[in-house]
Nanobody, 122 residues
């Protein structure tokens, strides 16, 4: 049974930092790309960052230079470090198991975590 569990969300002021974690189980972790997505109220879900099985990364233009995605294959965990947060980063953040191994041309699977709320105040 595939499980993805996010943690680390919260309320932070603009310019602050948060660290999100995604713990995966029930998958061959080293064989899959993992992605972080977010969905703000009234908006479509969008990809924020993804990391391939060998560590290659892809970022949305809106977060480049501010967010860093990394993975720890020994712990089956993917971390999204978010710095210099802006009010427009406010959203529910989800992790997803990719259909393939690469972060490029990332294709999301149907496996999602429950989401974690990130709120950035101005």
């Amino acid at each position: 049974q595939v499980q993805l569990v996010e943690s680390g969300g919260g309320l932070v002021r603009a310019g602050g930092s948060l660290r999100l974690s995604c713990a995966a189980s029930g998958i061959t972790f080293t064989s899959n790309a993992i992605g972080w997505f977010r969905q703000a109220p009234g908006k479509q879900r969008e990809m924020v960052a993804s990391i391939g099985s060998t560590g290659g990364t892809t970022y949305a233009d809106s977060v480049k230079g501010r967010f860093t995605i990394s993975r720890d294959n020994a712990k089956n965990t993917v971390v999204l470090q978010m710095n210099t947060l802006k009010p427009e980063d406010t959203a529910v953040y989800y992790c997803n198991k990719g259909r393939g191994r690469t972060s490029y041309s990332y294709i999301p699977s149907d496996y999602w975590g429950q989401g974690t709320q990130v709120t950035v105040s101005s």
